[in-house]
C-alpha cells in the first residue's frame, strides 16, 4: 500500500511564501506523475500542478508565475513552493502520485491535505 503524507501548510499573510512538501512510502516501484491539487470551501478539488517523471510540468493558469513544483525520486517526494500568495489561494492542498507498486499494480493515492489559509 503507497502512502502520502503532506507537511507545511499553516496561517500566512498574502504576498508571503510557502513550501508544501509530500513524501511517498509503500511498496513503490516506480513514480509516474505527482501533483498538488486544492480544496477550498464549498468548490470542487481543482489541480494546482503536476509533474511528470520527465520533468514536464503543468499549472494552473490561476498560480502560473507564482508557484513551483518539483521532485525527488531519490526521496519519494514532491514539493510545491508558493509565492506570492493571495486569499484566493486559501484551500486544503492535496498531493496525489500514480505509479506502480513491487506487483506492478497501478496506484494512484491522496494524502489527507494540508491547510493554507492566507490572510489579507
Known amino acids: 500500500q503507497v502512502q502520502l503524507v503532506e507537511s507545511g501548510g499553516g496561517p500566512v499573510q498574502a504576498g508571503g511564501s510557502l513550501r508544501l512538501s509530500c513524501a511517498a512510502s509503500?511498496?513503490?516501484?516506480?513514480?509516474?506523475?505527482m501533483g498538488w491539487h486544492r480544496q477550498a470551501p464549498g468548490k470542487q478539488r481543482e489541480l494546482v500542478a503536476g509533474i511528470a517523471a520527465d520533468g514536464t510540468t503543468e499549472y494552473a493558469d490561476s498560480v502560473k508565475g507564482r508557484f513551483t513544483i518539483s521532485r525527488n525520486d531519490e526521496r519519494r517526494a514532491v514539493y510545491l513552493q508558493m509565492d506570492n500568495l493571495r486569499p484566493e489561494d486559501t484551500a486544503v492542498y492535496y498531493c496525489?502520485?500514480?505509479?506502480?507498486?513491487?506487483?506492478?499494480?497501478?496506484?494512484?493515492?491522496w494524502g489527507q491535505g494540508t491547510q493554507v489559509t492566507v490572510s489579507s
Open positions: 509503500g511498496s513503490i516501484l516506480s513514480l509516474n506523475v
Open positions: 496525489s502520485a500514480t505509479g506502480r507498486d513491487y506487483s506492478r499494480r497501478p496506484f494512484a493515492p
